[in-house]
């Protein structure tokens, strides 16, 4: 997928202009119009419309990079059912690590996000390995958990004194990894 951040970085760092990379997408399937506003988008974080594989490459021909230059894997594992409190934990330990560091390090992890947090970074290397990234340069660009709630079917009661009643709240969160190539 492609990175809006390297993206502009690669940009700023070559002098290249958005109106160079949108002639180069015109070539594609969009008008100019809808180039430069694609690539204005891109630049900004906004994956609006979601650029293609062939996108991809015609901007990286155009800044004379590789793809995996400007690329950046994530997956993310929707309501996984951990407090996001606990697996920020987990999270905070492998954040700006090297891949294979951050997957020895959740080994031997006693926690319980730790085994989930470790398939996410494997399905992340996994997903750069199949688009042909250098899998021993990759690092863990962003480890992200945020709240989703109270998760399905844990709507409880815990008996109280004098008749009440207290919830049991059971939380959800949403833990995101990106995975990107270190430049060298």
Not at 106 to 113: C, D, H, I, Q, S
């Amino acid at each position: 997928m492609l990175s809006g951040k390297k993206l502009s970085d690669t940009c700023k760092e070559r002098k290249i202009g958005d109106g160079v990379l949108a002639e180069h997408l015109t070539r594609g399937r969009m008008s100019s119009q809808e180039a430069l506003a694609a690539v204005k988008n891109w630049k900004r974080g906004l994956y609006t419309p979601l650029p293609t594989k062939e996108d991809v490459e015609r901007l990286a021909s155009a800044l004379g990079v590789e793809v995996s230059a400007i690329s950046e894997w994530r997956v993310s594992y929707r309501y996984a059912p951990m407090s996001a409190s606990k697996v920020r934990l987990v999270t905070d330990l492998v954040a700006g690590r090297d891949v294979q560091d951050a997957l020895d390090l959740l080994t031997f992890t006693n926690r319980r996000a730790a085994p989930a947090v470790k398939k996410l970074i494997q399905s992340a290397v996994a997903n750069a390995d199949e688009q042909e990234a250098d899998v021993d340069n990759l690092f863990v660009m962003e480890a992200r958990v945020d709240q989703a709630g109270r998760r399905i079917g844990t709507k409880a009661w815990f008996p109280k004194d004098r008749g009440r009643a207290h919830p049991i709240r059971k939380q959800a969160s949403h833990i995101h990894i990106t995975v990107a190539e270190a430049s060298v």
